[in-house]
């Protein structure tokens, strides 16, 4: 073969590759469209214990078939406070057996004639990206065909290299000592570093079980590069936990630690380990009988039993010990800051968890939620501003409430610019639905934050004159401030419920009773003022205050609308 041959083959094949990590991406998108909420619920409520965590890690990466989707997506849910530690170790070992589904879909392409599906298979998928109602499965449908025909392509490429044919490649890879942990080793390390610079296990994959499918790359060696594609899959995590929490990266942490501790214990039984997989599939390292024919069924597939059989095996052995790899990660990540400082961060991923929008949604859900709670907080030192008497004490409290004034503005822009990108990615109907009304949700709670600072402005025009509200005043107000703390209350409980089990009855029968009173003590201000109970001035104020608290109580409801998803009213 000619130098512009092999050129035109090489390019066949990054071409290939290219249309593989494609296919998947596709295909993992549309499953997580179809899907998205469903997984969501099934994280939270599947990881009761480490059993069940690792029954779901290898349930949703079968799904999305991406290990690295699902655990970044872990990452994220234990930086946004929906996971333990401990719970997100056992997802983790979950994924790890979830994505040997991945490399048997593989083997499967190169022992199998698959171009008589992919054709139809197109057509098919074309067909149903049309159709409004199943455009999702055609997504799906689309992405898989992509996938198959990638390794249709990659066969195709590797019988017209004939690499087998080539005495100078074949000298390069039989100059390795198979016999050799030296050899081993540098092939482990050479898989490490290109998954970790390709950022994609499947395509490395892909290549390995090419070259074994050819006969250049012996079996030895072949799976010295899938025990370094365990360890570079991991880099994915870890590169996203950089700017997330202690936790979070705790979390990329413990999934480095699981794989390279079942790569070190698979060393140390290296080749009883293997001739063992290749006994479970009938094949002999030593006979070299077979035909290059046969070999091209054999080996991928021994490289996908020796794939599950590593991940399965270091799952039974380390499941047992996720407390000790717990307190293990814990000792090596130290806090960066004290939890109070840490709790003035968003509490969600940052720009890596990107790869899996459907399921970034619950992420942007809980930020949310704990945007609720720290508006809450605000009105809770609003409280204490109206009975703090000693000017130093209430200066110091002032301070505070701006402080949080600018951090509900700051939340504001920050959940608004994670859930624009979110929407930049292609997501059902229902989600697109989710991200308006959580945009509406922050939107309103931002409004609460200004009420709340509002009252505190108006508390301390009150501090900086000479007069006081009376006492009656003084109850009015402090029966408001509780009607509006009850209204907060169950808003913050909206956020936590699922919303098939929300309620909103006692938010709006509150928001009623704000109403009324508020009424009541408008009609009650007039008839004081004209008795000259106390001065048109300290009524103004007082009013103000009721006013604002009636404000507040109107952006509850629109919260809580948002959240049932009831249109926003016109009027």
């Given at each position: 073969?000619?130098?512009?041959?092999?050129?035109?083959?090489?390019?066949?094949?990054?071409?290939?590759?290219?249309?593989?990590?494609?296919?998947?991406?596709?295909?993992?998108?549309?499953?997580?469209?179809?899907?998205?909420?469903?997984?969501?619920?099934?994280l939270?409520?599947?990881?009761?214990n480490?059993?069940?965590?690792?029954?779901?890690?290898?349930?949703?990466?079968?799904?999305v078939?991406?290990?690295?989707?699902?655990?970044?997506?872990?990452?994220?849910?234990?930086?946004?406070?929906?996971?333990?530690?401990?719970?997100?170790?056992?997802?983790?070992?979950?994924?790890?057996?979830?994505?040997?589904?991945?490399?048997?879909?593989?083997?499967?392409?190169?022992?199998?004639?698959?171009?008589?599906?992919?054709?139809?298979a197109?057509?098919?998928?074309?067909?149903?990206?049309?159709?409004?109602?199943?455009?999702?499965?055609?997504?799906?449908?689309?992405?898989?065909s992509?996938?198959?025909?990638?390794?249709?392509?990659?066969?195709?490429?590797?019988k017209?290299?004939?690499?087998?044919?080539?005495?100078?490649?074949?000298?390069?890879?039989?100059?390795?000592?198979t016999?050799?942990?030296?050899?081993?080793?540098?092939?482990?390390?050479?898989g490490?570093?290109?998954?970790?610079?390709?950022?994609?296990?499947?395509?490395?994959?892909?290549?390995?079980?090419?070259?074994?499918?050819?006969?250049?790359?012996?079996?030895?060696?072949?799976?010295?590069?899938?025990?370094?594609?365990?360890?570079?899959t991991?880099?994915?995590?870890?590169?996203?936990?950089?700017?997330?929490?202690?936790?979070?990266?705790?979390?990329?942490?413990?999934?480095?630690?699981?794989?390279?501790?079942?790569?070190?214990?698979?060393l140390?039984?290296?080749?009883?380990?293997?001739?063992?997989?290749?006994?479970?599939?009938?094949?002999?390292?030593?006979?070299h009988?077979?035909?290059?024919?046969?070999?091209?069924?054999?080996?991928?597939?021994?490289?996908?039993?020796?794939?599950?059989?590593?991940?399965?095996t270091?799952?039974?052995i380390l499941?047992?010990?996720?407390?000790?790899?717990?307190?293990?990660?814990c000792?090596?990540?130290?806090?960066?800051?004290?939890?109070?400082?840490?709790?003035?961060?968003l509490?969600?991923?940052?720009?890596?968890?990107?790869?899996?929008?459907e399921l970034?949604?619950?992420?942007?859900?809980?930020?949310?939620?704990?945007f609720?709670?720290?508006?809450?907080?605000?009105?809770?030192?609003?409280?204490?501003?109206?009975?703090?008497?000693?000017?130093?004490?209430?200066?110091?409290?002032?301070?505070?409430?701006?402080?949080?004034?600018?951090?509900?503005?700051?939340?504001?822009?920050?959940?608004?610019?994670?859930?624009?990108n979110?929407?930049?990615?292609?997501?059902?109907?229902?989600?697109?639905a989710?991200?308006?009304?959580?945009?509406?949700?922050?939107?309103?709670?931002?409004?609460?934050?200004d009420?709340?600072?509002?009252?505190?402005?108006?508390?301390n025009?009150k501090?900086?004159?000479?007069?006081?509200f009376?006492?009656?005043?003084?109850?009015?107000?402090?029966?408001?401030?509780?009607?509006?703390?009850?209204?907060?209350?169950?808003?913050?409980?909206?956020?936590?419920?699922?919303?098939?089990?929300?309620?909103?009855?006692?938010?709006?029968?509150?928001?009623?009773?704000i109403?009324?009173?508020?009424?009541?003590?408008?009609?009650?201000?007039?008839?004081?003022?004209?008795d000259?109970?106390?001065?048109?001035?300290?009524?103004?104020?007082?009013?103000?205050?009721?006013?604002?608290?009636?404000?507040?109580?109107?952006?509850?409801?629109?919260?809580?609308?948002?959240?049932?998803?009831?249109?926003?009213?016109?009027?």
């Open positions: 073969m000619t130098t512009s041959d092999y050129l035109l083959i090489f390019f066949k094949i990054v071409g290939s590759l290219a249309l593989l990590i494609y296919g998947m991406k596709a295909m993992s998108e549309a499953l997580q469209k179809m899907a998205g909420s469903q997984l969501r619920h099934i939270g409520a599947m990881t009761t480490r059993f069940t965590g690792m029954l779901t890690g290898t349930f949703i990466t079968c799904a078939q991406s290990s690295s989707a699902t655990t970044v997506m872990t990452v994220s849910f234990v930086n946004a406070g929906l996971l333990t530690l401990a719970q997100a170790i056992s997802v983790i070992m979950g994924a790890n057996i979830g994505t040997t589904l991945t490399a048997w879909i593989m083997s499967l392409g190169y022992s199998v004639d698959l171009s008589t599906f992919v054709f139809p197109f057509l098919v998928g074309i067909v149903l990206i049309y159709s409004r109602k199943f455009r999702y499965v055609g997504d799906f449908l689309f992405g898989l992509f996938m198959f025909f990638s390794l249709v392509l990659l066969s195709t490429a590797g017209e290299l004939r690499l087998q044919d080539n005495p100078d490649v074949l000298h390069f890879f039989g100059s390795f000592d016999n050799s942990y030296l050899t081993i080793i540098i092939f482990l390390l050479i490490t570093v290109i998954t970790c610079m390709v950022q994609s296990s499947a395509a490395v994959m892909a290549i390995t079980i090419l070259l074994c499918s050819t006969g250049v790359l012996p079996i030895y060696l072949g799976i010295a590069l899938v025990m370094g594609e365990n360890i570079g991991t880099a994915t995590a870890n590169l996203a936990a950089l700017g997330a929490n202690t936790q979070a990266r705790r979390t990329a942490l413990a999934h480095l630690v699981f794989n390279v501790f079942g790569v070190v214990w698979v140390c039984l290296f080749y009883p380990f293997v001739h063992t997989v290749c006994c479970l599939v009938g094949y002999n390292p030593e006979d009988s077979l035909t290059q024919a046969q070999l091209a069924v054999k080996l991928p597939i021994i490289l996908a039993a020796f794939h599950t059989l590593f991940n399965v270091n799952t039974a499941i047992w010990f996720i407390p000790q790899m717990e307190r293990l990660v000792a090596l990540i130290k806090p960066r800051r004290s939890e109070d400082e840490e709790d003035f961060r509490r969600f991923i940052q720009a890596g968890i990107m790869k899996t929008p970034s949604v619950l992420e942007a859900q809980k930020g949310i939620g704990s609720g709670e720290r508006i809450h907080r605000m009105f809770g030192m609003v409280r204490d501003l109206l009975v703090t008497k000693d000017e130093a004490a209430f200066a110091k409290l002032f301070a505070r409430i701006e402080k949080y004034e600018s951090i509900s503005d700051n939340m504001e822009i920050e959940i608004a610019k994670y859930l624009d979110v929407s930049d990615a292609h997501l059902s109907d229902e989600t697109k989710k991200i308006r009304a959580m945009l509406r949700e922050i939107s309103e709670i931002e409004s609460i934050g009420s709340c600072y509002n009252i505190a402005r108006i508390i025009r501090m900086s004159g000479k007069e006081d009376t006492d009656e005043q003084y109850r009015h107000i402090g029966q408001m401030f509780e009607l509006a703390d009850d209204a907060l209350t169950q808003m913050k409980a909206m956020f936590v419920a699922p919303r098939e089990e929300l309620n909103a009855n006692r938010s709006f029968n509150i928001e009623n009773e109403n009324n009173y508020r009424n009541q003590l408008r009609s009650q201000n007039i008839n004081d003022v004209n000259h109970k106390y001065t048109y001035g300290m009524g103004t104020l007082y009013m103000d205050l009721i006013n604002e608290c009636e404000k507040l109580g109107d952006y509850v409801i629109n919260v809580v609308e948002a959240r049932l998803g009831v249109r926003q009213k016109t009027a």
